[in-house]
């Protein structure tokens, strides 16, 4: 299988907790995208990588939240001392530089986190 | 703001019918790429079209065609000869600044 992996694919934790996130892209993608989607919302974004360089964070990404790209190639999304409003599907994309400025983002099938 | 709004939370369609899906947008940009992305219950969401805004000839895919009104800030999506296998969540998105902003998407349920 080539596609974007996505590990782990479930996580229940408790209040408090810190819980990682790995994303493996397409092997010859250089940008990697992570957005947040939460029931009935469509993905949000979260931060994006070219190669190995963090380029962008949303607002939505607190203190909390770190991402990064170590050597441009898999991520790790990291959320320290979880709350429950940070259950939701953490949902990674890549793609090549030229197909994202055309919106051909290559999606895996994301972590579900669910803080209990 | 930058939004994409998508007025129809879900839709039904008998099998082998057709459906439009609604969505607009609210952009700055002079030029930029509209899509339609398509997520399977527990799959992973897929590129289903895409339409370049300076582009006025509407773009298709086989079943899947658009109605883009640019000064309108409309972009339908059309599906002909619904199959059951076209049952997803449908985002409407667009790109800024390198990434994709999405709508809050419709759930398509295909009656057999």
């Known amino acids: 299988d080539t596609g974007v992996s996505q590990n782990p694919r479930h996580k229940i934790t408790k209040r408090g907790q810190n819980v990682t996130f790995r994303c493996d892209p397409i092997?010859?993608?250089?940008?990697l995208y992570w957005y947040r989607q939460t029931l009935g919302q469509g993905p949000e974004f979260l931060t994006y990588?070219?190669?190995?360089?963090?380029?962008?964070k949303s607002r939505l990404l607190s203190d909390r939240f770190s991402a990064e790209r170590p050597k441009g190639s898999f991520s790790t999304l990291e959320i320290q001392r979880t709350e429950q409003g940070d259950s939701a599907m953490y949902l990674c994309a890549s793609s090549i530089t030229v197909s994202a400025n055309t919106g051909e983002l290559f999606f895996g099938e994301g972590s579900r986190l669910t803080v209990l | 703001a930058q939004t994409v709004t998508q007025s129809q939370p879900e839709m039904s369609v008998q099998e082998a019918e057709t459906v439009t899906l609604s969505c607009t947008y609210d952009?700055?940009?002079?030029?930029?790429?509209l899509f339609w992305y398509k997520q399977p219950p527990s799959r992973q969401m897929i590129l289903v079209i895409r339409q370049e805004a300076y582009k006025q000839q509407n773009a298709t895919e086989n079943r899947f065609s658009v109605n883009f009104q640019k000064a309108a800030k409309s972009f339908s999506l059309k599906i002909s000869d619904s199959q059951l296998g076209d049952a997803a969540m449908y985002f409407c998105a667009y790109n800024r600044d390198d990434k994709i902003i999405f709508g809050k998407g419709t759930r398509l349920h295909i009656l057999p």
């Open positions: 990588f070219q190669n190995e360089a963090q380029l962008e």
């Open positions: 092997s010859e993608h250089n940008r």
């Open positions: 952009t700055s940009e002079s030029d930029y790429y």
